[in-house]
């Protein structure tokens, strides 16, 4: 006698397959979602940086905006804007023995970071220096870390994730 020969998978095979699938396409997921995050982190780390680049080099060339008798310097400060961090750009000026801050530029740091804490940097003219430098740390969603440093001397460093 023959035996009949089945042609199809069992549902115990079918199940561990699925599962299996699961698994795999679950990984994915969650390796995008931390992938995403870091990246958010990184592209508001880099655009901060950026903006300390701007600041730093409109004080060294001694750009001051109209109605500025005298550059002190550009200051870069950040602010709640409702559920984001808003990083501006001030131009610090003496008019009459009165120092004022003229806005320069402003961007909002990206929806799902944040900064561990307010920042107040301003890049001397004349003579240079910075006054607030400091450690500043880029937050994520997830906790993840982004810290650079603004050193005395003006010096803005690469940084890197805690």
Excluded: W
């Excluded at 979602?33 to 080099?57: C, H, I, P, W």
């Amino acid at each position: 006698m023959q035996k009949k020969q089945s042609l199809g998978f069992t549902l115990i095979e079918l199940i561990v397959s699925i599962g299996i699938l699961v698994l795999i396409t679950g990984g994915g997921i969650a390796a995008f979602l931390n992938f995403n995050d870091k990246q958010q982190v990184l592209n508001g780390s880099k655009e901060l940086r950026s903006y300390l680049r701007t600041a730093q080099t409109l004080v060294r060339v001694g750009e001051s905006p109209a109605g500025c008798d005298k550059l002190v310097g550009y200051k870069v400060t950040s602010s709640d804007a409702g559920t984001v961090k808003e990083i501006k750009i001030l131009a610090v000026c003496s008019t009459g023995g009165v120092e004022e801050s003229i806005e320069k530029d402003s961007f909002l740091l990206p929806e799902s970071t944040t900064l561990s804490s307010d920042i107040n940097i301003t890049f001397l003219g004349l003579h240079g220096g910075v006054i607030g430098s400091g450690t500043i740390e880029v937050v994520g969603a997830a906790d993840r870390t982004y810290s650079f440093e603004v050193t005395q001397g003006g010096e803005i460093t690469q940084g890197d994730f805690l």
